[in-house]
């Protein structure tokens, strides 16, 4: 499609197991960013790339998170040794250039819902 | 930390009735988007205002980005279940490029 992809939809992990969440975004798009959304809440911003450089990874909530973007393209969020609070959707979303200042629309994904048990 | 809280959290009306959300931050944003979120999907952009005072609408849909650049308001006329959703506001900061969402507002429309 022509949409930005994620997979898994949905995932049940237990309590300590390593994740990795995949963000297909759309073909040509250079900025890519995830974003985690708990139940009920806005979501909260982890990581910007733009091609291949992560640029900003302010929102990471520990050394547990851990994204990349080798070629500019497929985007991969890891968590390690998964916790209940980690307990989520994670969005992923892309625009084809700079969201400030170039005004570009970001387009989100349908979201990873992780679940740790 | 920037908050932008939303309100109400949660609002139940009537096909046809008139609403309003509202989002207040006491940071200034260069722009700030509406999005809606429907369950089991990521959100959509809805607008983006960036003026202070600009106000800017969709079919029933009015959006207003305040003076100051802090606050923003979204109404709709004449609700339809179709409208039912999470609308989430969004703030910009200059030379940023990650959005700061508000709290969100659940709208539920009945037939």
């Known amino acids: 499609g022509a949409g930005v992809s994620q997979s898994p939809r949905y995932k049940v992990a237990k309590?300590?197991?390593?994740?990795?969440?995949r963000c297909d975004p759309i073909s040509g798009h250079v900025s890519?960013?995830?974003?985690?959304?708990?139940l009920g809440q806005g979501p909260e911003f982890l990581t910007y790339f733009q091609n291949e450089?992560?640029?900003?990874?302010s929102g990471l909530p520990s050394d547990r998170f851990f994204a990349e973007r080798p070629?500019?393209?497929?985007?991969?969020l890891k968590i390690q040794r998964t916790q209940q609070e980690d307990s989520a959707v994670y969005l992923c979303a892309s625009s084809f250039t700079t969201v400030?200042?170039?005004?570009?629309?970001?387009?989100?994904?349908?979201?990873?819902?992780?679940?740790?048990? | 930390t920037q908050l932008l809280e939303q309100s109400p959290q949660f609002l139940s009306i009537q096909e046809g009735e008139n609403l309003t959300v509202y989002c207040n931050s006491s940071s200034v944003f260069s722009s700030l988007q509406w999005y809606r979120q429907e369950p089991g999907e990521g959100p959509v952009l809805l607008v983006t205002v960036?003026?202070?005072?600009?106000?800017k609408k969709l079919k029933r849909l009015t959006f207003q980005f305040g003076d100051a650049r802090k606050d923003s308001s979204l109404h709709i006329t004449a609700a339809q279940p179709g409208d039912t959703?999470?609308?989430?506001?969004?703030?910009?900061n200059t030379g940023f490029q990650k959005l700061v969402f508000g709290t969100g507002t659940r709208l539920l429309v009945s037939p």
Not at chain 1, 53 to 57: T, W
Not at chain 2, 50 to 55: I, K, L, P, Q
Not at chain 2, 85 to 92: E, K, P
């Open chain 1, 100 to 117: 400030e200042p170039s005004g570009n629309t970001i387009y989100f994904g349908e979201g990873s819902w992780l679940t740790v048990v």
């Open chain 1, 32 to 38: 890519l960013f995830w974003y985690q959304q708990a």
């Open chain 1, 53 to 57: 450089a992560q640029l900003d990874k």
């Open chain 1, 71 to 76: 070629e500019g393209s497929v985007s991969t």
């Open chain 2, 50 to 55: 960036v003026t202070g005072g600009e106000v």
């Open chain 2, 85 to 92: 959703g999470l609308y989430l506001c969004a703030g910009v």
């Open chain 1, 15 to 21: 309590r300590g197991q390593d994740v990795a969440l």
